[in-house]
DNA sequence: GGGGAATGTTAATGCTGTCAACATGGGGCA
DNA sequence: TGCCCCATGTTGACAGCATTAACATTCCCC
């Protein structure tokens, strides 16, 4: 029933719950989580503010759906530049590669796209625990190119931020089994590895490397990542 | 509610300022920085809303403030967890346990007072930069104390955060000096602790370990450090 | 084709930040 | 000492926000 194209015949939107997210995720992209206002999404779609309510328990609901959708992007970044990454003979150099690509991937995001990272960590006030189940959704979401663009089509399943969880587990897997890291150092990586670069976003973001210029920021960057795959090589 | 000096007559406060700022550091103790709310803070002094105008520019003014004094307490308990270190007779084993308990220091302050540290690293919507000198502001103000502590006398200087750097920066430099750090590794060693010891609070706090037992949380923790330490010194 | 339910609208409440106009009284100047 | 000025605090008002209640429209199934 949740018919994508606009089959509107002015008083129905035909797919106003797609259409609030994707205005909501504009908003966030431009402005972070703190812009994410249910009226001003109400206001582009060309709706009521009420509206809204039909199909979220409230303003932090709409909130909760674009951090889904945040880290949903989030993790395509990574996913991508993971795949970009140059094949090498040497597995172990090719795990390693792949490693790096998956955080400057990470980083990249929050650099180039700071309002939706941060949407992706903010905190919402009361979890809007409800799953409605979407039946059908045949997503073709289709790799679309720019950012901006795309359609709400947020994700179904509620699960947030465990995809990019699994790039990093399977990436650490590797280091692990091609030599670059230290078994004892396994356990924990992906907290560490986690950390270190999301610190590095956040402080780039929000902190004090906020004002670096980006040869200086990129240096910092890179530093980290070498400091951590260093750091998880040592026994 | 908590007049400090002996104050006036009830028309006038007397020190309307302080008790503001104190009443937004409480507010953002518990709740964080969206929770300072300048008609609250000023329902809590006793005082209408309005009356803030006559000391701040604004909420973004008084939310600064609070930022401010968060970082401010950040650093003092770093410093008393450095301070705590018990010495050793090994320079290098003393830089060491340094470091890590300026690490711990931060996300211990994280964990103990969330609302307080992401005062600390919050977007401040417009950045208040006037720095109105106080004539008459002398008197001796917080010896320190009780719960809340010391009055909302903020810092003179108005530069942020850059006391945990210097305690940061006086860290690497020992562990440099007495070969627990590769001298390569030391350009952006800073950004490289900082990063990873933030992101392990931030992830702590908002991220994907929020629900951690504990006792695994620690582990994560000294994890980082442990990983941050042995990358430092890997060449 | 009719009726129920899904969807969207207007009206209203209480919160927030902020400005304007008014009130008070403390401290400096005569 | 007395008095006036202005820093400080107050009430009132307005706009924007989230949210609820009551009302209106249209889709879709029987």
Known sequence: MVTKPGSKSGYH?????????AAAVELATQGGPERV??????????????????????????????????????????????????????????????????????????????????????????????????????????????DGDGPGTVNGGREPQARSFELLVQSLDQLLAHGRMAPGRRPLAEAVAWSAVHGVAELILEGPFAHLPAEERDAVIESTLSVVLAGLAAP
């Not at 690509?101 to 700071?114: K, N, Q, S, T």
């Open 37 to 146: 206002v249910l009226r001003e999404a109400a206001r582009r779609v060309g709706v009521s503010a009420t509206a809204a309510y039909r199909h979220f328990d409230g303003q932090a609901d709409l909130l909760w759906e674009v951090k889904a959708h945040a880290q949903v992007v989030l993790a395509d970044r990574m996913e991508e530049a993971a795949r970009a990454v140059a094949e090498s003979t040497d597995p172990g150099a090719a795990a390693t590669s792949r490693f790096l690509a998956l955080g400057r991937g990470y980083i990249g995001f929050a650099v180039e796209c700071p309002g939706l990272f941060r949407s992706a960590f903010c905190p919402v006030p009361a979890a809007a625990a409800a799953d409605e189940d979407e039946g059908g959704d045949g997503d073709g979401d289709g790799d679309g190119g720019g």
């Open 13 to 21: 939107h035909g797919d106003l719950r797609n259409a609030l997210v």
